[in-house]
């Protein structure tokens, strides 16, 4: 051992063998306090130095990216902001009565002002009413929305101008509202209010949900209103609404006695 170990440091002297600290194969045998390091191994820790460098300047880089890209979306929201603002000029033209040049009288009420080019880009319908020849309504002269009534049509109007209602208005005249955006093919409106009957959907509107969906052909509506209706059947069948329900609408308290036997069979 004692040869050896001569041996080894008379080698070391000579500068015969580079004696590396990391990886000599002599780590068991005793050597001298150094700190010498053969070429490989300090190529490696040069490497491993600077793949280190990298993962941190691309750390820093990667925050830098975020905090860009979060200042282009409040940007973008900004604009956003700033344009549903240059837009609401629109809702104060209809609620001013600037420059209206026509007339739209509901059922019940008083006729209310509005504009054609707003009416005709907001439903084919009211387009092709306004277009025709034979339906075009003169300068400051009256459409009829008959199955509107006043309350109702103003808060038609207002959405069409803005595409947005206040919740008191949405609360109070969703039903009528999605009957008039299907009658007129009122498509934003139409999920607007669906959006709002599923949102409020329980056991207490469940079967109104259902009269309504039938009468504006809404799958999507008819289908969790009757989910809601034979999930709550217990408490729902044994009411007045229902009795007058299934008075006013034989067909679809069928349906709903055959959905309950399908699951029943199940």
Request: aromatic share 8%.
């Amino acid at each position: 051992m004692n040869g050896e170990l001569e041996q080894l440091l008379r080698r070391e002297a000579t500068g015969a063998v580079m004696d590396c600290c990391i990886c000599s194969p002599t780590a068991s045998v005793f050597r001298l306090p150094r700190n010498n390091i053969c070429s490989s191994c300090h190529e490696g820790a040069r490497n491993m130095a600077t793949f280190f460098d990298e993962l941190y300047s691309s750390q820093h880089k990667g925050l830098a990216d975020v905090f860009k890209r979060l200042q282009e979306m409040k940007e973008v929201e900004q604009g956003v902001h700033n344009k549903i603002g240059f837009l609401d000029s629109f809702v104060l033209a209809f609620r001013e009565g600037l420059h209206t040049d026509i007339l739209v009288k509901p059922g019940t009420g008083p006729a209310i002002p509005a504009h054609k080019a707003i009416l005709a880009t907001r439903s084919v319908i009211f387009k092709t009413m306004l277009s025709s020849d034979e339906c075009k309504a003169p300068a400051n002269e009256t459409i009829t929305l008959p199955e509107l009534k006043h309350e109702e049509l103003k808060c038609l109007l207002e959405f069409l101008y803005s595409g947005s209602l206040a919740t008191d208005d949405v609360e109070k005249h969703t039903y009528s509202l999605l009957i008039a955006a299907d009658k007129y093919e009122i498509g934003f409106l139409r999920e607007f209010c669906e959006q709002r009957l599923l949102e409020s959907l329980d056991s207490a509107n469940a079967l109104e949900v259902l009269e309504v969906s039938g009468v504006c052909s809404s799958g999507l509506l008819r289908k969790q209103a009757m989910n809601c209706i034979i999930k709550n059947l217990e408490f729902i069948v044994y009411t007045e609404r229902y009795e007058a329900f299934a008075i006013k609408n034989p067909h679809l308290n069928v349906e709903i006695l055959r959905t309950l036997m399908e699951m029943k069979r199940f």
